[in-house]
């Protein structure tokens, strides 16, 4: 159990009134405080229908208490939950009643870190419970549920407790130098080496869909004024999103749409265009536009194909963000949609009054992140795993290089120290208190 003397409760079923609300404490006085609370005795894992009273005996609610004793509990604390009625008023009287008997109000993910904490749930499990709450596609859903269940942390585990093997190893090979055999040209470093940047790489591509998954892209319409920015935004939006009129600067500020395709969440930002203006309003949306593209994920350049390519307007761009040229109109040229892929970068051609090229350019954005709509392998993932999964990585190359260059025995040792602790962070194995808390205060009250 937890040493933290603290109990903890909170109602767990969102505000408002519904059917049914749910209060839920947990810690060393949790059965005590449902003992003052229901005057009956509870039944480890099963339903008791009681009153729930106040300190002189009159009824706040009635409803079904459940009793969940350590540490076999999602906290590895006594747990008791009260579901009663879903009113917000007769809700927060009975967590007033709850906290009165000695419990106090708990911090937002509390019940979760508490379960991190005794070891219930490793660090990105506990993660995976938020993002499976927040989750707004199915795709989403049994991506958190795979990593609720372990599967991310597990090919975790496997990846340390091998890198940790390989260290051992390599630090014995240090230590017997004199031995007629260098166990360090031997080969069988490099290949265990090559062996975990092959598996680790294919870690990071799964992780990479779970966060897109989990976060979605975020798409920013460029260009002219009149180029068809705001009709691609309806289009893919697939309602009328924005207002569309032949004027040009329709567009004055910035607008966004949440749309899925084939389950990967994106976010599409519709700017203003870009051009020189005296109107202080048109100004001001231009420059939301350039901030809004500075923190693209990819930039949809939008070119009236009736019209010369304007390479100031590209000049203008952030370079390192992915752009695509999508010349648009190409009905009223009687040409033939298409993709093309160079080193200069994408382009594609469409009519977005027709829908010409339209799947194309869906099926761009997809593969463009590198996307991939069967999901049944992917876990849920977040940025600061994919970083730690990338710093891992480095380490890694790094170990091989100094093995192939120069046998540096104890070089090698250290980039595998440092990628252990890498991979190590994603699951809690090593962290801060910092970052606990900034995870944690990710959560809702009651979770």
Do not use: W
């Not at 795993?385 to 990585?393: F, M």
């Not at 890694?396 to 090698?412: K, N, P, R």
């Amino acid at each position: 159990m937890s040493a933290n003397p603290d109990t903890i409760a909170a109602i767990a079923t969102p505000p408002g009134n519904g059917g049914v609300g749910i209060i839920r404490i947990s810690g060393s006085l949790a059965t005590g405080i449902a003992k003052q609370l229901l005057n009956k005795p509870l039944i480890p894992r099963h339903a008791l229908f009681a009153s729930f009273n106040e300190a002189d005996g009159s009824t706040i609610d009635t409803g079904i208490a459940l009793y969940f004793p350590s540490p076999a509990s999602y906290t590895g604390e006594d747990i008791i939950e009260l579901q009663g009625h879903g009113g917000a008023v007769v809700l927060d009287m009975l967590l007033r009643r709850v906290l009165s008997l000695g419990a106090r109000l708990a911090n937002p993910g509390e019940f979760t870190e508490r379960a991190y904490l005794n070891n219930k749930l490793d660090l990105a499990q506990a993660e995976a419970v938020a993002d499976l709450i927040t989750s707004s596609t199915e795709q989403s859903v049994r991506s958190a549920q795979k990593s609720m269940q372990g599967v991310f942390s597990n090919q975790i585990n496997e990846l340390v407790a091998e890198l940790t093997e390989l260290r051992i190893y390599v630090e014995a090979a240090i230590d017997f130098v004199d031995e007629e055999i260098d166990f360090l040209s031997d080969g069988v470093v490099e290949n265990r080496l090559l062996n975990l940047l092959q598996r680790l790489e294919q870690i990071q591509n799964t992780a990479q869909q779970g966060r897109l998954l989990r976060d979605g892209m975020t798409v920013v319409l460029a260009g002219k004024p009149n180029a068809g920015k705001s009709s691609l935004l309806n289009a893919l939006a697939g309602h009328e999103a924005a207002i569309v009129t032949d004027i040009a600067g329709t567009t004055r500020d910035v607008l966004r749409e949440r749309i899925q395709l084939d389950g990967m969440p994106l976010h599409i930002i519709d700017t203003a265009g870009l051009r020189d203006s005296d109107n202080a309003i048109e100004q001001e949306g231009i420059r939301r536009a350039r901030e809004e593209i500075q923190k693209a994920d990819r930039i949809l350049l939008l070119i009236d194909a009736r019209e010369a390519e304007t390479d100031e307007l590209i000049k203008t761009l952030p370079k390192n963000i992915d752009i695509t040229k999508v010349y648009n109109k190409i009905d009223l040229l009687g040409l033939t949609p298409k993709f093309e892929h160079s080193d200069s970068g994408d382009t594609c051609y469409v009519s977005i009054k027709t829908g010409q090229g339209m799947d194309v350019l869906r099926q761009h954005l997809k593969q463009s992140v590198g996307y991939n709509a069967a999901t049944d392998n992917v876990f849920i993932a977040r940025r600061r795993h994919i970083e730690a999964l990338n710093k891992g990585h480095e380490f890694v190359v790094s170990a091989l290089d100094q093995l192939q260059t120069s046998l540096a025995g104890e070089l090698v040792a250290e980039d595998l120290r440092m990628a252990q602790i890498s991979l190590a962070e994603i699951t809690g194995e090593v962290s801060s208190d910092d970052l606990l808390g900034k995870i944690f205060s990710s959560f809702c009250i009651g979770k």
